[in-house]
C-alpha cells in the first residue's frame, strides 16, 4: 500500500489543474503528497532557474505540499523553436530532478498532463507511474512536424507508464490500443459535490424554472460555442421578453471581444449579463438564480474527446437542467440520465426553441433537474479519488 507518492504537473493555472486540486484533499488523507509543478518548460535561463528553485525548496521545505506556481507558457502554441524547447529541455530537468530527490523515497508518481508525464519518465525507473490522460495534445499543434512529434511523444508516454488513467472512454479505447494490455483505466472528471453542497446550504435561492435565466460558466473561447447561444437566446428572448441571459467568464479575449459586439449587433444588452471571471462560490450562486445551463461545444478534434465537462457536471449538481450539444460522449452520457437536452451545435432555432421548451415546461424542467442531481453524485470526485488511490496502491504493491 502506497505511503508516499509524487505528484508532477504543469500549469496549475490551466483547466487541467481542476482535475488534480478536487482529487487532492481526498488523495491526501490516506498518503503523504509532494508537488511539483514544472510550468515552464522552455529553453530560457529564467525558466530553467525557477524549476530549481522549486526543487530546491521542495528539499527544505518538510512540509506535505509544494506549491511552486509561476508565470508559465502556453503550451498550445505552436511556434518553433519553443515547443522544442519544451520537449528536449524534460532531458536535462529530469536528470537534475533525478539527483536532487535521490534521498527521498516514493512508493509511486502521479502524472498529468503530458509534459509531467515526459518528466516522470525520467525521474526513476524503479518508480511506478501512473499517467494520468486528459487530453490528445498533439492536436493543438497546427504545425506538421510538431504535431508528429508530439503525438510518438505522448504516446511514449502513454505505453511505457505502469498505468494509465483515461478520463473519457474515447480517451480510453485509444490508451488501450495503444498499451495493448488492461493497465488502462477509466476516471472521469469529478465534481466537488461536498463543496457545493457546503455553498448551497447558505442560500435561499435554488434553481428554478420561474427564474427564467439561462447561464454560461465557463471558458471564452471559441470552442464554447457562445455565440450560438447568443443567436439562440436573441431568437428566443424576441418570443419570452422577460428571459435574461447570464455569461461567467473572463471575456478579455478576442473571442470575448466578439461576443461583446454581437450582442450589441442582436440589440438584446439589456437582457445579458456579463459578470466576467468570478470566485466559485459566487458561480455557484449565479447557477442556483439561474433556470437553464447552457453548454454549447463546437465539434473539433479536441472536444469531440469530451465525456462529461466540468460546467455540465456543476450545473447537474445544483439540480439545473441544461442544454448541451452532441460532441464526444455527452450524449450517451445525458441520454443515460436523462439529465439535460442535446441540440445540435450551430442549429440556433433548435436551440432557440429548447430553451422556450424548458422555460415553459415545468413538468420537464423538473423531471430534469431531478435526473441533474441523480447524474452528479455518480461523478462525485470523492468516489473517483477513491478509485484512483486504489490504482495507485495497485502499482506500489506490483513494484
Known amino acids: ?3 508516499r507518492i509524487l505528484i508532477i504537473t504543469t500549469e496549475m493555472h490551466a483547466r487541467h489543474w481542476y482535475r488534480l486540486k478536487s482529487f487532492l484533499p481526498y488523495l491526501a488523507r490516506r498518503l503523504k503528497i509532494t508537488i511539483i509543478d514544472y510550468t515552464n518548460m522552455v ?4 525558466g530553467y532557474n525557477k524549476i530549481f528553485e522549486s526543487i530546491t525548496t521542495l528539499l ?22 519553443t515547443d522544442y524547447g519544451k520537449l528536449l529541455c ?6 537534475l530532478l533525478k539527483f536532487k530527490l535521490k534521498e527521498k523515497s516514493y512508493d509511486a508518481i502521479l502524472a498529468s498532463p503530458l509534459f509531467a508525464g515526459i518528466l516522470a519518465l525520467h525521474v526513476d525507473n524503479n518508480i511506478p507511474i501512473v499517467y494520468e490522460d486528459v487530453d490528445r495534445f498533439y492536436e493543438f499543434y497546427k504545425n506538421p512536424l510538431m504535431k508528429l512529434i508530439v503525438r510518438s511523444t505522448e504516446y511514449n508516454v502513454i505505453s511505457r507508464s505502469n498505468y494509465v488513467i483515461a478520463v473519457s472512454d474515447i480517451l480510453f479505447k485509444e490508451d488501450l490500443h495503444i498499451r495493448r494490455d488492461k493497465r488502462v483505466s477509466l476516471i472521469p472528471n469529478g465534481v466537488n459535490l461536498e463543496l457545493i453542497n457546503k455553498i448551497m446550504r447558505k442560500m435561499r435561492h435554488k434553481p428554478n424554472i420561474n427564474n427564467r435565466t439561462i447561464v454560461y460558466a465557463g471558458a471564452i473561447e471559441e470552442w464554447a460555442g457562445i455565440d450560438k447561444l447568443v443567436e439562440a437566446f436573441s431568437i428566443a ?5 422577460n428571459l435574461r441571459l447570464v455569461i461567467i467568464g473572463d471575456l478579455n479575449t478576442a473571442y470575448g471581444s466578439y461576443i461583446i459586439k454581437l450582442i450589441k449587433e442582436l440589440d ?4 445579458v449579463y456579463l459578470t466576467g471571471r468570478r470566485p466559485y462560490n459566487e458561480v455557484i450562486t449565479f447557477l442556483s438564480r439561474s433556470s437553464i445551463g447552457a453548454a454549447l461545444f463546437k465539434p473539433s478534434n479536441l472536444t469531440n474527446k469530451i465525456m462529461v465537462p466540468l460546467k455540465i457536471l456543476e450545473y447537474a449538481a445544483v439540480g439545473l437542467p441544461f442544454i448541451a450539444s452532441s460532441v464526444g460522449s455527452i450524449k450517451k452520457v445525458v441520454d443515460y440520465y436523462n439529465s439535460g437536452i442535446i441540440v445540435e451545435y450551430d442549429n440556433v432555432e433548435e436551440i432557440s426553441d429548447k430553451i422556450l421548451l424548458l422555460t415553459n415546461n415545468e ?5 430534469l433537474s431531478s435526473n441533474a442531481k441523480l447524474m452528479a453524485r455518480d461523478f462525485d470526485v470523492r468516489r473517483l479519488a477513491q478509485r484512483e488511490l486504489e490504482i495507485i496502491n495497485q502499482v506500489t504493491e506490483e513494484k
Open 1 to 3: 500500500m502506497a505511503k
Open 363 to 367: 413538468r420537464l424542467w423538473t423531471y
Open 268 to 271: 438584446i444588452k439589456e437582457k
Open 237 to 241: 428572448a424576441r418570443k419570452e421578453h
Open 43 to 46: 529553453n530560457s535561463r529564467r
Open 90 to 95: 524534460t532531458i536535462p530537468i529530469g536528470t
Open 60 to 81: 527544505k521545505n518538510p512540509a506535505d505540499y509544494l506549491w511552486s506556481i509561476d508565470n508559465g507558457v502556453n503550451t498550445t502554441t505552436s511556434f518553433l523553436p
